[in-house]
């Protein structure tokens, strides 16, 4: 027999590699609203309680080259080395270098990971 597998399950199982990796990892939609994060991600940006962020869609304050890169990452392109600036929960800004891709090749999916600087 075949195991099919839907979009939604490749997701799920990406999700939980994202969460174990100890690379800072976001997963944001096209308005900056947080779907995932890793733990290491939200203890670096002073984040105490996921839940806020993730089910109650509060947003971080972020770069304002949000948009830009999202429009970058919507036309095929692959973000290295980005300088970006995050706005951490206890209002402190942090500088970190920014990698971005598409998330499974879905145009309103976006997976950043970043390093501080």
Do not use: W
Not at 35 to 57: G, H, P, V
């Amino acid at each position: 027999m075949f195991n099919y597998r839907t979009i939604l399950d490749d997701l799920q199982e990406m999700m939980n590699y994202l969460r174990s990796l100890p690379t800072y990892s976001i997963v944001f939609n096209k308005r900056a609203e947080i779907l995932d994060i890793n733990e290491t991600a939200s203890n670096f940006l002073r984040i105490e309680d996921m839940e806020d962020y993730t089910s109650q869609k509060l947003k971080l304050e972020i770069d304002n080259k949000f948009y830009s890169i999202i429009e970058r990452l919507i036309n095929g392109e692959i973000v290295h080395d980005e300088k970006f600036v995050f706005k951490r929960a206890d209002e402190s800004f942090v500088n970190v270098n920014l990698n971005a891709s598409l998330c499974c090749g879905l145009k309103d999916l976006f997976i950043f990971q970043f390093s501080e600087i």
